[in-house]
């Protein structure tokens, strides 16, 4: 624990600076020329100039991860200007929605590597990730408090993330503040949903799919609609207020279902029309009717959660992609996503398009996509990409400031034209068509 400044110095390998000179937050320990006991360092080069302050594990193979590229402390200040960033990029985003969900603050998207706040009606669920951040926790905290309080918010909780303990972090689960008698509601689009701030999946709700949820609720008019891995049925349950014919959520948590038919019956939707499938995905959709369902949403858990499960996960998205291929019609769309940060682009493609060119009916993949997660980045020509970084998705692209100025641009972007929102990534594939 050392918040106090100056950081000690992290000095790199000769030679070692490239990736921190094009931005990329991230330091790997091979780089590192002996690492220190400190959570909160100056990173330097081996000549000792300082190229950048962030947090860092003497244990964790990522070393150090970057908040910013100059010399100068965490401090208050420092804070308080990445969060009102964050805060007016999603209001500019329309993201900001008293009564909706949106993610406030994705780590590395909005220069705060660790770092996860979601916003949930008048709640905010936090995720901390690196002991550097726990080390700053009193700098930190009160900033966020006291923004969250001035735009309403009066419930803060606590939730672990996958990686504290590389850090030598406890789990954790916990009301800090307010007072929350049970699940939340909150709205999106036409829907509400019902969310559990402490024993939900990772903050509660999946709010990246938003914008892919509210698309199917658009194209679900008289359809079947075969939900893989639902979840809450936060897609089921726009494809009932988008008038479909019939949904199906299938999902390997109980927990999640019963909450799913609970939602189903509070949108007004006839239970009638819904078919609840308990149980594992792999399994149960092999026993499916082939060729049966209209819309079919693909959108498993993060399969490789490291960078050695890539083999084994690609057959595992490979196989789950196929089978939802041939439970789709002829006509029918099929939505495919990965949420594993280390399946790339290409390999998720391959995962897609394999399954699909070997369907016997000679169905084509025919638009592009790419892994959505929060630390899937591309390097181009200077510049870091933060693929479905901000605000939850889209391609964040951080320039190199203007000389003089320390404040980069930011600019986002996103893959394809139909995306044409903030979404992670996905692959509609239509079937039967030229
Ligand atoms: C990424 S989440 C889906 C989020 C959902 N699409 C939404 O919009 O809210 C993945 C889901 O897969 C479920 N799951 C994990 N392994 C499964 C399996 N083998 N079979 C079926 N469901 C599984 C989890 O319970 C979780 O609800």
């Not at 770092?115 to 008048?122: H, I, K, M, Q």
């Not at 509601?185 to 969310?195: C, S």
């Not at 291929?325 to 391959?350: K, M, N």
């Not at 980069?408 to 979404?423: D, E």
Request: include cysteine; charged fraction near 25%.
């Amino acid at each position: 624990m050392n918040p106090s400044w100056p950081y000690p110095l992290l000095r790199l390998k000769p030679g070692k600076e490239g990736m921190l000179s094009r931005r990329h937050p991230w330091l790997y320990s091979g780089a590192v020329e002996a690492p220190i006991e400190a959570s909160l360092v100056r990173i330097a080069d081996h000549s000792g100039r300082v190229l950048g302050v962030g947090t860092a594990s003497a244990t964790n193979p990522l070393a150090a991860r970057l908040f910013r590229f100059d010399d100068g402390p965490l401090d208050e200040a420092f804070f308080r200007e990445r969060f009102e960033t964050a805060l007016q990029l999603r209001k500019d985003l329309g993201l900001w929605d008293p009564e909706g969900g949106c993610r406030l603050v994705f780590g590395e998207g909005d220069f705060l590597p660790g770092l996860v706040v979601d916003r949930y009606g008048s709640a905010l669920v936090l995720q901390v990730g690196t002991a550097g951040l726990e080390a700053l926790r009193e700098v930190w905290w009160p900033v966020l408090f006291e923004i969250g309080k001035r735009e309403g918010c009066t419930i803060f909780v606590e939730r672990s993330q996958a990686g504290r303990k590389e850090e030598g972090l406890e789990p954790v689960n916990r009301l800090i503040k307010g007072s929350l008698a049970g699940p939340i509601t909150i709205r999106e689009g036409a829907a509400h949903f019902t969310v559990d701030l402490l024993k939900g999946q990772k903050t509660g709700f999946f709010l990246d799919q938003r914008e892919h949820r509210l698309s199917l609720g658009r194209m679900a008019q008289d359809a079947r609609v075969l939900n893989v891995f639902g979840y809450t049925g936060g897609f089921s349950i726009h494809a009932g207020l988008g008038g479909a014919a019939e949904v199906a959520t299938l999902d390997i948590s109980a927990a999640a279902l019963d909450q799913c038919e609970k939602d189903w019956a509070m949108n007004g939707l006839d239970p009638a029309d819904h078919i609840r499938m308990e149980g594992d995905a792999f399994e149960l959709m092999r026993g499916l009717e082939p060729e049966a369902w209209d819309r079919v949403i693909v959108d498993p858990p993060a399969f490789a959660k490291a960078r050695k499960d890539i083999d084994k996960a690609f057959k595992a998205y490979k196989d789950v992609f196929r089978l939802g291929a041939r439970a789709t019609t002829p006509g029918g769309l099929l939505w495919c996503f990965s949420c594993s940060q280390h399946l790339d682009r290409v390999r998720f493609q391959e995962a897609v398009d394999r399954p699909a060119r070997g369907e016997p009916r000679g169905a084509g993949a025919r638009a592009s996509g790419a892994a959505h997660g929060p630390s899937v980045w591309a390097e181009s020509s200077g510049r870091v990409l933060f693929e479905g970084a901000a605000g939850e998705g889209g391609v964040m692209a951080e320039e190199q400031p203007p000389s003089g100025s320390s404040r980069p641009k930011r600019v986002l972007s996103f893959f394809g034209a139909a995306w044409g929102s903030v979404s992670p990534a996905v692959l509609v594939i239509p079937f039967g068509q030229p």
